[in-house]
């Protein structure tokens, strides 16, 4: 009877080791396939040190993370900023005022397009430089300043020599933002950025009848231009994307920043449906002859008769448009446009 009890005893006891075992064993096959799983990602992590992108040029190897960078280009600022990304250097006098980066002593001034000191470029010695928009035309001598940095050029064409602007506009935003995203790695945030703009870009197509007629206007100075239909600075572009029946059209219009001279009488004679305005001067704080858009607006006698003053169909893109024409810009500019047009 004891021998039995003793065999049994001997017994759990070989169980439970072989139970400890099992269990040592599955532990240590665990843990090497953690750390297996670590290694591959650092590994990945480590091998994806650049990018390929497709810029103004062409498809161009952009370091990933890249310290040490230069954007002169408006359409990217709110983006960098959003995403916390650190400049060395920028256009501060075509910026937004309220940018994180005018305010930032440590962030170097290069000046505005007119005159850029383009050597403070060269002084903070860039792995990557973002050229765009106003400063397009300084691409070659950035490159030749630069030989050791990458320079992109997310630019892409609105103006009046252009077939498709508004197809340029929606790509060339899209595409930035795809672009900046897998440079910086920020790829989940700019697909959100993407699907945002493309949803208010559609509530804006859905909200306009196809019928009313449209007249886009640019105050700078407490003068009113005329915006043309089809080309240029924010809203000519839009009538290709939207279908905007255009309140006036003239020939040998141009996409002057400053709006083509035109009568104020000539657009009020227009009467059109609705009114939307870029007011210029609200985005550039130095300018001493600076009248609020709206001002302007509610002050000319000749358009008070017009349908669109009557009605109060009247749309502000955002104040800061004007040095800003990021996507963020383009979102928030959209959604205002939805938010009238499906009001009436």
């Known amino acids: ?29 665990a843990d090497e396939q953690t750390d297996s799983e670590q290694a591959s990602k650092e590994q990945a992590s480590e091998e994806l040190t650049t990018v390929e992108i497709t810029d103004a040029h062409g498809t161009i190897t952009v370091p990933v993370s890249p310290k040490n960078v230069v954007s002169l280009d408006n ?16 256009p ?24 850029p000191n383009l050597e403070i470029i060269a002084s903070v010695e860039p792995e990557l430089v973002i050229v765009g928009q106003r400063f397009s035309r300084f691409y070659e001598d950035i490159k030749a300043l630069v030989p050791n940095a990458v320079v992109i050029d997310l630019n892409f064409d609105v103006s009046e020599t252009a077939e498709t602007p508004g197809e340029n506009l929606v790509n060339g935003l899209k ?16 697909e959100k ?11 804006a197509k859905s909200a306009y009848n196809g019928t009313d007629r449209i007249m886009s206007v640019i105050v700078s100075g407490g003068n009113i231009g005329f915006s043309a239909p089809g080309s240029g600075r924010v809203w000519g572009p839009l009538y290709e994307i939207f279908g905007w029946v255009p309140a006036l059209d003239i020939d040998s219009a141009t996409s002057d920043h400053q709006g083509d001279e035109i009568s104020v009488e000539a657009i009020a004679q227009s009467n059109p449906d609705w009114i939307f305005v870029l007011d210029r001067d609200a985005a550039v704080s130095s ?51 939805a938010k009238a047009l499906s009001s009436k």
């Open 193 to 203: 950025l993407v699907a945002e703009f493309d949803g208010a870009m559609e509530k």
């Open 75 to 90: 359409r990217t600022f709110e983006t960098l900023a959003d995403w916390g990304i650190d400049l060395a250097a920028v």
């Open 287 to 337: 300018t001493s002859d600076a009248v609020p858009a709206q001002d302007v607006i509610d002050n000319s006698p000749a358009l008070q008769n017009t349908k669109a003053v009557i009605e109060g169909n009247i749309v502000y893109a955002p104040a800061d448009t004007y040095t800003n024409e990021s996507i963020q810009t383009f979102i928030e500019l959209f959604e205002s446009l």
């Open 175 to 190: 595409n930035s933002t795809i672009a900046l995203g897998k440079i910086f790695n920020k790829n989940e945030e700019a």
């Open 92 to 115: 501060k006098g075509v910026m937004p005022a309220d940018s994180p980066y005018v305010a930032d002593e440590l962030v170097l001034d290069i000046g505005n397009h007119r005159e």
């Open 1 to 29: 009877m004891k021998k039995s009890k003793l065999l049994i005893i001997i017994s759990i006891v070989a169980v439970f080791a072989l139970m400890v075992t099992a269990c040592s064993n599955s532990s240590n096959v």
